[in-house]
């Protein structure tokens, strides 16, 4: 039996989502398709489907795959295609439960996400400041990546924020997340200059729309498009602009190790995990919990390096 409609959309939208949110190459999408085909088609024998499969359903496919005699390695990467797919469907409200998250991959190392470092942040702000086709580009440039290190938002809550959110000179930004649940993020210094000099520019572009016949935009970073407002992917690409401009290495910078960025260096500064579980917008402070192993990793390293008892005798 193959797999359903059901199943066949959410593979496509999750697909689309890492794509645009986090850069996903093109054998990685492939790859993550064919797992999740052969997966949706197990469940289709079952008479299943995604938004019913149960941990055990799981950890059945995983014992079939075993049985089919699948590499260690195959089988970890399904069972984290998996874990994708549902956490994603979690997080958009398709369930209210991830039947995958506690079980065991088959012996592979839990990876942990990527995340930046202050001076590359630095850098990466510095580049937003000066690349642009002119100054009004070079202003959105810098409020965008201000506002993203500031509040540690998801690529398509940042650039779908309504322009009313911004006006006032606001010390709160109003942020509506997944499941339009609504949750309050302060502002920095930086990036309260940064979205003040935007809005400058944003009513001067307004105003010269309207002088031709055309209504200004209701969102604070408008595009053409039809969406009405800068898309996932264009920010993706000007994202890694920013980092060849930076030299930053450009396969570490991606919309989501900002986010990364955001709240290791929150908890490295003494942010407790329901802070940043709040500011984050997670729904379980499970999904928070990895940021306490960055920091663990972190750490480590950096005793192994520095500590005068950790270095090889000569």
């Known amino acids: 039996m193959s797999a359903s ?52 359903d799981v950890e059945a496919y995983l014992i079939y795959c075993d049985a089919q005699g699948l590499a260690k390695s195959t089988r970890a990467r399904r069972l984290s295609a998996i874990k994708q797919l549902y956490r994603f469907g979690f997080e958009e409200g398709w369930r209210s439960d991830n039947p995958a998250i506690q079980i065991a991959g088959p012996g592979r190392d839990k990876r942990l996400p990527k ?79 940064a979205l003040n000099d935007w809005l400058a520019a944003w009513e001067a572009q307004s105003e010269e729309a309207l002088k031709k016949g055309k209504p200004a935009s209701r969102f604070l970073f408008p595009s053409r498009g039809k969406e009405g407002h800068l898309t996932r992917h264009r920010f993706y690409i000007l994202i890694k602009e920013l980092a060849v401009n930076a030299g930053v290495m450009p396969s570490k910078v991606t919309p989501h190790t900002l986010r990364h960025a955001f709240a290791t260096h929150l908890l490295e500064n003494g942010a407790d995990l329901r802070s940043i579980q709040t500011l984050l917008g997670h729904a379980d402070v499970a999904t928070t919990e990895i940021y306490t192993h960055v920091l663990e990793a972190r750490l480590q390293e950096l005793v192994l390096t520095h500590h005068p008892l950790a270095k090889d005798e000569e």
């Open 115 to 193: 995340t930046l470092s202050l001076s590359e942040v630095d850098r990466l702000l510095a580049a937003a400041r000066v690349v642009g086709r002119g100054p009004a580009d070079r202003l959105r440039n810098t409020c965008l990546m201000e506002l993203l290190y500031a509040t540690g938002m998801r690529v398509s809550e940042l650039v779908s924020l309504p322009v009313a959110a911004a006006r006032g000179n606001p010390r709160m930004l109003l942020i509506r997340g997944k499941g339009d649940k609504e949750r309050m993020v302060p502002l920095s210094p930086p990036a309260r200059s």
């Open 5 to 56: 409609a059901d199943h066949l959309r959410w593979i496509s939208t999750f697909l689309d989502a890492q794509s645009a949110e986090l850069g996903a190459a093109t054998n990685t999408q492939l790859a993550y398709a064919r797992d999740l085909k052969d997966f949706a088609e197990w469940l289709s024998r079952k008479n299943c489907a995604f938004d019913d499969a149960s941990r055990d």
